[in-house]
């Protein structure tokens, strides 16, 4: 059994599954009591009642031998922080916007338009502006929602011509298919050497 410090209470089984058998749901409150003599009669050398704060539901166990008790403090939730997301991408990808290819060069980051920001506005080497829209994972929604501001941008004649990018991790062969039929480019990135974590000369392969 494992009692947190959030107050959630799990029985786990001894077979090596990681899925708890029954537990509580914080927030709730743990008593334990002496059983009472019908309890005590069968083994029952302690009861736990598990009751939640927010609802009737209430957990009790009984205890009938107790093989080991320890306690451990883990310190401050330090929260999940996700590494990756598509604000890194956007960021890196706008310090290494040769990445794309030489010569290219930063507009800006979230150009704005009436339908939403474009991740990212450049130019090319001949002086083209590029619409880049980027994704952890592409998949044909992404493709979608550049054609749409395509469409907008090339009706600015400041911009005009205007083409895409569909720049992710991991693009989905639909969307590539997709994208390449509407004349947009797809890059597939690779985050951990743009954030110089993948040291490309000491691989193999």
């Known amino acids: 059994m494992l009692v947190k410090a959030d107050g959630s209470v799990l029985v786990h089984s001894d077979g090596g599954s990681y899925k708890p058998l029954n537990w509580m749901s914080p927030p709730a409150s743990l008593r334990v009591s002496t059983p009472d003599e019908v309890d005590v009669e069968v083994g029952v050398v302690e009861q736990w009642t598990v009751q939640s704060a927010k609802t009737d539901d209430r957990l009790i166990?009984?205890?009938?031998?107790?093989?080991?008790d320890t306690s451990h403090e883990l310190g401050q939730d330090?929260?999940?922080?996700?590494d990756g997301v598509e604000a890194d991408?956007?960021?890196?990808?706008?310090?290494?916007?040769?990445?794309?290819?030489?010569?290219?060069?930063?507009?800006?980051?979230e150009y704005f338009t009436a339908i939403g920001p474009v991740d990212i506005l450049a130019r090319d080497a001949n002086g083209g502006t590029v619409a880049i829209e980027l994704k952890r994972r592409g998949d044909i929604d992404g493709v979608e929602q550049l054609t749409r501001y395509l469409e907008l941008l090339n009706r600015d004649p400041l911009l005009a011509p205007v083409r895409g990018i569909f720049a992710a991790q991991q693009i989905k062969p639909q969307a590539k298919v997709l994208a390449n039929?509407?004349?947009i480019s797809c890059v597939t990135l690779d985050y951990d050497a743009m954030r110089g974590v993948d040291d490309s000369e000491?691989?193999?392969f």
């Open 61 to 68: 166990i009984n205890i009938h031998e107790q093989l080991h």
């Open 78 to 82: 330090p929260g999940l922080i996700k």
């Open 89 to 109: 991408l956007q960021r890196l990808l706008a310090e290494q916007i040769e990445t794309l290819g030489a010569g290219f060069s930063l507009i800006r980051r």
């Open 181 to 183: 039929d509407r004349g």
């Open 202 to 204: 000491s691989r193999l």
